[in-house]
């Protein structure tokens, strides 16, 4: 069934303050596109764009529509909410995923106003959701652009801190291994790897990597975990940047301490990144 999905299209990270999320990102040494709204919703968003996925931050504007659980999420925590999974044709996955027999929903269409110095754009979307069981422990749905020439600007991709991509997801669960037959029928055989402790995914250059609450202290033992949330829940990315001293000067230079000195990868805690724990690692 892999075949439809072609990677990770987007990370969404939900924030309670829109403007302060920006800034904390900006610090981080990303650059953000102008402030999106989605139309219909009560939700709105900046993105920090990368040639082939992105981070979405995104919040609630308007408690009076829809937010798509967004509103639920924030009352428990910020952070990683969601996944969107990439393909060039939504209906045609939509068809794939029925076939192998998973009761996705229809595919939806979405857009939102983005706000250019030029005038507001729509940008448009087409979404299949999937449901809980097939993709478990993870909030995720596939997204195909239909206008991506309006979401990638040269200016937008260019990052003060080097940044070139999302290469990895870690979500915390229980029990790891049982993940790995739905996921196995999701993205097919052969992109799931396991051991009794850890479960990875290929989802083209990214890998989600589904780990035990112990397992996350030992990836990142700099770190002070004690407050993190129970499992399950998506606990952090790593982006891959040029040059990793060059980042994390960048980073420190903007007043935000890394987790550890800076050698083939360093580590942003969550406190700093809206519940994110942000790591960065040197470029493939």
């Given at each position: 069934?892999?075949?439809?999905?072609?990677?990770?299209?987007h990370l969404l990270v939900g924030v309670r303050d829109l403007e302060a999320a920006r800034e904390r990102y900006r610090r981080l040494g990303f650059t953000c596109t102008p402030r999106g709204s989605h139309i219909g919703w009560g939700t709105a968003n900046y993105c920090i764009m990368f040639p082939d996925d992105y981070v979405e931050l995104i919040g609630v504007v308007d408690r009076t529509k829809e937010t798509n659980g967004l509103d639920t999420f924030l009352a428990r925590r910020e952070g990683l909410k969601g996944v969107a999974l990439a393909s060039d044709e939504a209906d045609g996955g939509y068809a794939a995923l029925h076939a192998a027999g998973i009761a996705a929903a229809p595919p939806r269409d979405l857009a939102r106003n983005l706000e250019l110095p030029e005038g507001t754009v729509q940008p448009r979307f087409k979404l299949v959701h999937l449901?809980?069981?097939?993709?478990?422990?993870?909030?995720?749905?596939?997204c195909q652009h239909l206008t991506p020439e309006m979401v990638r600007r040269p200016a937008w991709l260019a990052h003060p801190n080097g940044a070139t991509g999302i290469r990895a997801v870690t979500v915390v669960v229980d029990d790891p291994p049982a993940l790995a037959d739905a996921y196995s029928r999701l993205f097919g055989h052969g992109?799931?790897?396991?051991?009794d402790e850890l479960l990875t995914v290929r989802c083209g250059r990214t890998a989600l990597l589904f780990v035990r609450p112990d397992d996350l202290d030992d990836f990142y033992p700099e770190l002070d975990l004690d407050d993190a949330p129970a499992p399950p829940y998506i606990a952090g990315m790593t982006v891959a940047v040029t040059d990793v001293a060059e980042a994390a000067r960048v980073i420190e230079a903007n007043g935000v301490a890394s987790a550890a000195n800076p050698g083939s990868a360093f580590v942003v805690p969550p406190d700093e990144a809206c519940g994110v724990i942000v790591e960065f690692c040197a470029e493939n």
């Amino acid at each position: 069934m892999s075949a439809p999905i072609t990677g990770i299209d987007h990370l969404l990270v939900g924030v309670r303050d829109l403007e302060a999320a920006r800034e904390r990102y900006r610090r981080l040494g990303f650059t953000c596109t102008p402030r999106g709204s989605h139309i219909g919703w009560g939700t709105a968003n900046y993105c920090i764009m990368f040639p082939d996925d992105y981070v979405e931050l995104i919040g609630v504007v308007d408690r009076t529509k829809e937010t798509n659980g967004l509103d639920t999420f924030l009352a428990r925590r910020e952070g990683l909410k969601g996944v969107a999974l990439a393909s060039d044709e939504a209906d045609g996955g939509y068809a794939a995923l029925h076939a192998a027999g998973i009761a996705a929903a229809p595919p939806r269409d979405l857009a939102r106003n983005l706000e250019l110095p030029e005038g507001t754009v729509q940008p448009r979307f087409k979404l299949v959701h999937l449901p809980p069981e097939a993709a478990p422990h993870l909030t995720a749905f596939i997204c195909q652009h239909l206008t991506p020439e309006m979401v990638r600007r040269p200016a937008w991709l260019a990052h003060p801190n080097g940044a070139t991509g999302i290469r990895a997801v870690t979500v915390v669960v229980d029990d790891p291994p049982a993940l790995a037959d739905a996921y196995s029928r999701l993205f097919g055989h052969g992109a799931t790897t396991h051991t009794d402790e850890l479960l990875t995914v290929r989802c083209g250059r990214t890998a989600l990597l589904f780990v035990r609450p112990d397992d996350l202290d030992d990836f990142y033992p700099e770190l002070d975990l004690d407050d993190a949330p129970a499992p399950p829940y998506i606990a952090g990315m790593t982006v891959a940047v040029t040059d990793v001293a060059e980042a994390a000067r960048v980073i420190e230079a903007n007043g935000v301490a890394s987790a550890a000195n800076p050698g083939s990868a360093f580590v942003v805690p969550p406190d700093e990144a809206c519940g994110v724990i942000v790591e960065f690692c040197a470029e493939n």
